[in-house]
């Protein structure tokens, strides 16, 4: 009796955990693609997924932060194109030391971004959807202006932010190793150090209650435009990978992945309503919204039934979640009482 009991306490906090949600359905994802593509074990597809993916990844993982800090990025995605824009504007084929300007001049870019958004939020107390909704026509301004038709240049040595095969003496390494993987490995290295300081447990404080962190001593304000510079941070690294990628830049290439960002943090657990979740598990949401387009191409999915299906899949998903978090709450409540 004692063993079963322990299983069921076992099997309950196992499907209680906000976690738990998003990894069932991308194994059910997964094992669906391994029987609709026949090739989906081979490095090479393993390989041209990562390259893929890693940019909604690095998207969504940057604005998971954001969420938990109680805030919310509408600008990601222009965010996203003025900073390759940037960076394909100031390289020069035939200067590979340009490459190098580039990286300093968008990341210090990237700081500002960071800085506007979360000062916007932050410090004059907008709502974060109308003051990054705002802000996402400045930067989309600033794309068209720096690149008004699609263009630019990138070195040979920074091209392997996309594939090492472009790098003089790495030939060899470019179908060995996804330069993409290491920029969101380096991503998730970014968060660790920050979650395990001081700072990562004050975003999610913040995230809680705004109010109730300030008057605990946290400076709420300063949290908030810090979660916002670490989202440009993520965004910095993926606009690396798409210069890299695309050796040019295009005022309009981040229109669609706003959205696909924040659906993807919900997801993968992260709560709108700030303080709640897990950042590098947001990473499974960007890979589900990643794969849910694939599933549908390989089940040969009619073009017309195609964004009904993908809307279902994010519902179930997003439904799935907000149950376990109900779940959740419900015991924490129990348990208050009981106390």
Same mark, same amino acid.
């Given at each position: ?13 196992? %499907?209680? !955990?906000?976690?738990?949600?998003? %990894? ?39 604005? #998971? ?64 959807? +109308?003051?990054?909704? #705002? ?7 600033? #794309? ?14 920074? *091209?392997? %932010?996309? !594939?090492?095969? =472009? ?10 190793? /996804?330069? #993409? ?14 979650? *395990? ?7 999610? @404080?913040?995230?809680?209650? =705004?109010? @109730?962190? %300030?008057?605990?001593? +946290? !400076? ?7 979660? =916002? ?12 990978? =798409? ?44 890979? +589900?919204?990643?794969?849910?387009? *694939? ?6 999915? /009619? ?9 279902? +899949? ?14 959740? *709450? ?10």
């Amino acid at each position: 009796m004692v063993k079963n009991s322990n299983t069921g306490k076992t099997l309950k906090n196992f %499907f209680n !955990n906000p976690s738990t949600p998003p %990894f069932l359905i991308l194994i059910a994802v997964v094992v669906v693609l391994l029987f609709a593509q026949d090739n989906f074990l081979r490095w090479s597809t393993i390989y041209g997924y990562i390259n893929s993916f890693a940019p909604l990844i690095l998207l969504t993982m940057g604005q #998971a932060v954001v969420i938990v800090s109680g805030g919310l990025d509408m600008s990601s995605g222009a965010s996203l194109a003025v900073m390759v824009c940037a960076l394909t504007k100031i390289m020069r084929t035939d200067e590979p030391i340009t490459g190098l300007y580039a990286m300093v001049v968008v990341f210090l870019m990237a700081i500002g971004i960071g800085l506007v958004n979360g000062i916007s939020v932050g410090y004059f107390r907008l709502p974060a959807v +109308i003051a990054t909704y #705002a802000t996402s026509f400045l930067w989309q301004g600033m #794309a068209q202006f720096i690149t008004p038709s699609p263009g630019g240049q990138a070195v040979d040595w920074f *091209r392997g %932010f996309y !594939n090492f095969s =472009y790098v003089k003496g790495l030939e060899g390494m470019g179908d060995i190793v /996804p330069p #993409a993987l290491l920029l969101i490995i380096a991503g998730c290295i970014i968060w660790s150090v920050i979650k *395990r300081c001081k700072l990562g447990r004050y975003i999610y @404080a913040v995230g809680s209650n =705004y109010e @109730a962190a %300030f008057h605990s001593g +946290i !400076n709420s304000t300063m949290i908030q435009i810090k979660a =916002y510079i670490i989202n440009a941070l993520m965004i910095y690294l993926a606009a690396l990978f =798409y210069a890299a990628q695309n050796a040019a830049g295009n005022s309009s290439m981040g229109d669609t992945l706003t959205l696909q960002t924040i659906a993807a943090a919900i997801v993968g657990g992260i709560a709108m309503a700030g303080g709640r979740g897990n950042i590098h598990i947001a990473i499974v949401g960007a890979l +589900i919204m990643s794969f849910i387009g *694939r599933v549908i191409y390989y089940l040969n999915v /009619p073009s017309s039934y195609q964004t009904l299906v993908s809307g279902i +899949i994010v519902i179930v998903a997003i439904a799935a979640g907000e149950i376990v978090a109900i779940s959740q *709450r419900k015991a924490e409540l129990k348990g208050a009482k009981s106390v």
